[in-house]
């Protein structure tokens, strides 16, 4: 059973930015490599939508609105996720989770929340203006 754990969250001024990690856990180095991972972010009453999602073997695919700001990155012998936000704006604001899936999600060429059965429990980002 995967189990993730995210940190990283807080309040920054616009501008801003934060590292936001994802501790992997209860799965083996070949399954974690052959995951398809994922942030998502859910806006006080907006739904949760995908920011970035990837496997171990594909460039990471990123919502529009955060290409040139987010990076996204895997320390897979550390199994642990990062996700770098930089240049952040208030509309950045959200819960951020971390999710996984079977690598065939990421192989797809877009993702849904109903994709992924594997979700961290979230960590607030709140951006001032």
């Known amino acids: 059973q995967v189990q993730l754990a995210e940190s990283g969250g807080g309040s920054v001024q616009a501008g801003g930015s934060l590292k936001l990690s994802c501790v992997v856990s209860g799965v083996s180095e070949y399954y974690y490599r052959n995951y398809c991972w994922a942030w998502f972010r859910q806006a006080p009453e907006k739904e949760r939508e995908w920011v970035v999602f990837y496997d171990a073997y594909s460039t990471p695919t990123f919502l529009d609105s955060v290409k040139g700001r987010f990076t996204a990155s895997g320390a897979y012998a550390e199994y642990e996720l990062y996700l770098r936000m930089e240049s952040l704006e208030p509309d950045d604001t959200a819960m951020y989770y971390c999710?996984?899936?079977?690598?065939?999600?990421?192989?797809?060429?877009?993702?849904?929340?109903?994709?992924?059965?594997?979700w961290g429990q979230g960590t607030q980002v709140t951006v001032s203006s």
């Open positions: 999710a996984a899936a079977d690598r065939g999600v990421c192989d797809s060429g877009h993702v849904a929340v109903a994709d992924f059965p594997y």
